[in-house]
């Protein structure tokens, strides 16, 4: 068993904005975790119940069967038991199921009966049709089939085109019935699985999941809409008056992929796989109980949790190995403590709007290992806008000690000062060299010669055009691209499925520093090119009015020479072939940047990995550096951007290169299994097989790297922005106000929010 203190964040739903980091008050316990390997004897586990103090587990084990020279196989399910610590473990193949019968729910009804939900694909060849049906089977504690019901809808009631799909979250047992939401209805099945009443949700809003409280009662959370805004609310159903009660929310927050666990009365516990929240499902009051990866835990492997006494919990977790291609089940008991029994390490901070899976399991080792700092998480995944409220905290004086930037404004905190230059660390370092990265990257993202942040992933964005309709132009004036659009053949598409919108903001998006320079506060919506892409956007329809139907397919438009522009995102180098092969015809592309005053031919980049930076409050910088350094070395890039993103380091990219022109399969120096690219790329009408890429190929990524200058801005500054050029524009479409009128408006907006936000 392995200990580690936990660090447990209780966050009132209503907190006050103004308090600073300083003042929030900490709590006087932390949780306590001890983790256990359980041996089970199978690979997976769907799913679990707790009855009796004794843990219940539904998995599979896949069997290969060693005369097939295909690879065949059998799927054999077993029903286990054991003691909360892991012992006396029990394991009983759970016959009567069918080949073809898949689980998708395995719970505790009310009455303390288990039941299995599980679902039975059938195609018939001869007829070429499909059949799904559903079956809840009752088990005994030996683990055996005792009753089986299917769940048949009443065909004369029920619409077949109807979406019908039994998943666990939208699944509850409730006095001798089963209820089944889906998308806007809720079904129920009698306890012989006859349908009964199926009810619709008023006002025909999603349903996201189903939830009883230990009350018995019934509630739908789900999408609603609200005017311009929508979001996630509860609604209690009765189904008895078949009526839903009034909507209430979680406030700030927005939850999505519940897994939920009754608790007191009311109460529910809530997993959305990054926290578990307490919810008072009569009001919507919630409180975070604590974060999984500040429990050393991946939230994300979970297969369930239960409340023990003593506010103590206990999880099931399952992981696999990918070196050892095995899978391992852990029981993770959370005990809860006084902080002051704990030995305490310097904590350090990290805050990010979305934390990506690909990392969580370095936020795990790194505290687990590190003897004298520990990394606590502020996930912000769950409010209703996320990068917004993460936004608003550093404004107000919550600035935590590491941030991830990719979706609030680099410029804006560089400007400000929150930001520590990265480059000194590097100097110091072994490992992490300023050398070791892509130049063009790092003068695309340094600010007066300084390192602010650093993702470890990238993926380049262009503009992508056939030679015979460009040429071999890579920089532009929006005059010159407008000019060139026109002399396009009758019946030609600028873009596909382009609205004014659209074009505007993706335009500006991608050249914003063309516009807004933060350093000095210049502004510069008043140009002649500005005024340019007013007018030119007109041509477009609005989104309201675009038709989808009526165009051709993309491929089919680049094929005929119709179509002027696409756009290129480089997430893996295996595209490239991919457009190597659409244009053919056009006598190959053209890669161009977005249109600038001086025909700049620069690139811009969107940050996939993370864009770590440490900030100046952070009391201990060389713990920061530590932390982030692990996303910024040859093995974890190489290992991680394999299939998202470029890597920022020259050797992970040489690598990842290498590997895309492999023709045969080899196990690299370092253990890596590499394959030949085998793939096939479908758009509509158009399939088209990739293999191992060309010499040729490889040079145009280089140029393409080798061509980027500038970073993308989506973030919650360049959404402001957009929200005002969006809200003016809306006059001149009307025929209100001339395109110079509405620039000079624009540009006094944008120049005094530049102003109040610097």
């Not at 029981?331 to 310097?346: C, G, H, P």
């Not at 873009?495 to 991608?510: D, G, K």
């Not at 397919?553 to 290129?568: C, D, R």
């Not at 893996?572 to 457009?579: A, F, L, V």
């Amino acid at each position: 068993m392995l200990s580690t203190a936990l660090a447990m964040t209780l966050t009132a739903c209503g907190e006050d904005k103004k308090e600073t980091a300083s003042k929030e008050v900490k709590s006087e316990y932390i949780y306590q975790s001890s983790f256990q390997t359980v041996d089970i004897g199978i690979d997976g586990i769907d799913n679990a119940c707790m009855k009796d103090g004794r843990v219940y587990l539904y998995g599979s084990q896949w069997v290969e069967d060693k005369k097939d020279k295909e690879g065949g196989g059998k799927t054999h399910n077993y029903f286990i038991t054991c003691n909360v610590d892991g012992s006396d473990v029990q394991k009983t193949e759970l016959k009567g199921l069918k080949e073809n019968e898949y689980s998708n729910m395995f719970v505790l009804d009310e009455d303390g009966q288990f039941r299995l939900l599980t679902q039975c694909y059938e195609y018939n060849e001869k007829t070429q049709e499909s059949k799904e049906s559903y079956f809840v089977h009752t088990l005994n504690e030996k683990g055996k089939i005792t009753d089986t019901i299917e769940l048949k809808r009443d065909k004369k009631k029920s619409n077949e085109d109807d979406y019908f799909y039994l998943d666990r979250s939208r699944v509850v047992f409730l006095d001798g019935k089963v209820y089944a939401a889906m998308d806007t209805k809720i079904y129920t099945f009698d306890e012989k699985g006859k349908a009964g009443k199926t009810y619709e949700n008023e006002g025909g809003n999603y349903i996201q999941c189903l939830m009883k409280s230990a009350e018995g009662k019934l509630y739908v959370y789900g999408w609603i809409n609200q005017g311009e805004e929508s979001k996630n609310v509860l609604r209690e159903f009765d189904p008895e008056t078949g009526k839903f009660g009034d909507s209430v929310d979680f406030g700030e927050y927005n939850i999505y992929n519940l897994s939920v666990y009754p608790a007191e009365g009311s109460n529910v516990y809530i997993n959305d796989g990054n926290n578990i929240y307490t919810v008072d499902l009569a009001n919507g009051k919630l409180k975070t109980e604590l974060n999984w990866l500040n429990s050393d835990i991946d939230g994300e492997r979970i297969r369930a949790y239960f409340p023990l006494e003593e506010g103590k919990f206990l999880v099931v977790d399952t992981s696999y190995d990918e070196t050892t291609q095995k899978s391992s089940t852990e029981f993770i008991t959370l005990n809860k403590v006084k902080a002051s029994e704990v030995k305490q390490k310097e904590v350090l901070t990290y805050a990010s709007a979305y934390i990506d899976y690909d990392i969580k399991g370095k936020f795990i080792s790194f505290n687990k290992t590190n003897e004298k700092y520990r990394i606590e998480v502020k996930d912000y995944s769950a409010y209703s806008e996320p990068s917004k409220q993460l936004n608003m905290d550093i404004t107000s004086g919550k600035i935590p000690d590491i941030l991830d930037l990719r979706q609030i404004s680099k410029d804006q905190l560089i400007k400000k000062g929150v930001l520590t230059d990265l480059y000194p660390f590097m100097e110091k370092s072994e490992e992490v060299k300023k050398e070791d990265f892509i130049p063009s990257v790092l003068s695309t993202l340094e600010n007066d010669g300084k390192l602010y942040f650093l993702p470890y992933s990238f993926a380049p964005q262009a503009l992508i055009a056939g030679k015979k309709v460009v040429g071999d132009i890579e920089g532009w004036t929006v005059e010159e691209m407008i000019d060139l659009y026109k002399k396009m053949p009758e019946g030609s598409l600028f873009m596909e499925y382009m609205t004014r919108e659209w074009f505007v903001s993706n335009i500006v998006n991608s050249q914003l520093s063309e516009y807004v320079n933060w350093s000095t506060g210049e502004v510069k919506f008043d140009t002649d090119d500005f005024i340019k892409l007013i007018e030119f956007s007109s041509e477009f329809p609005s989104q309201e009015n675009m038709k989808y139907d009526n165009q051709d397919s993309m491929p089919t438009l680049v094929k005929k020479g119709k179509l002027f522009l696409n756009s290129l995102y480089l997430y893996q180098p295996s595209e490239i072939e991919m457009y190597t092969k659409l244009y053919k015809k056009q006598k190959g592309y053209s890669i161009l940047s977005y249109p600038s005053s001086d025909k700049n031919n620069k690139l811009a980049i969107s940050l996939n990995g993370c864009a770590l930076a440490i900030t100046n409050q952070c009391k201990n910088k060389e713990g920061a550096w530590e932390f982030i350094s692990q996303f910024l070395t040859y093995e974890f890039q190489k290992n991680t951007t394999r299939y998202n993103g470029l890597p920022t380091r020259k050797d992970a990219l040489e690598k990842i290169l290498e590997y895309a022109q492999a023709t045969e399969q080899y196990t690299d120096e370092d253990g890596t299994e590499v394959y030949p690219i085998d793939s096939s790329y479908g758009y509509d009408d158009y399939t088209v097989q990739m293999g191992p890429l060309s010499e040729e190929e490889i040079t145009v990524i280089r140029s393409i790297i080798d061509r980027i200058g500038i970073c993308n801005s989506y973030d919650t500054v360049s959404e402001e922005i957009m929200n005002i050029i969006q809200e003016e524009l809306k006059a001149y479409y009307a025929g209100d106000k001339a395109a110079k009128d509405t620039a000079d408006v624009i540009q006094s907006r944008v120049k005094l929010y530049v102003s109040e936000n610097s």
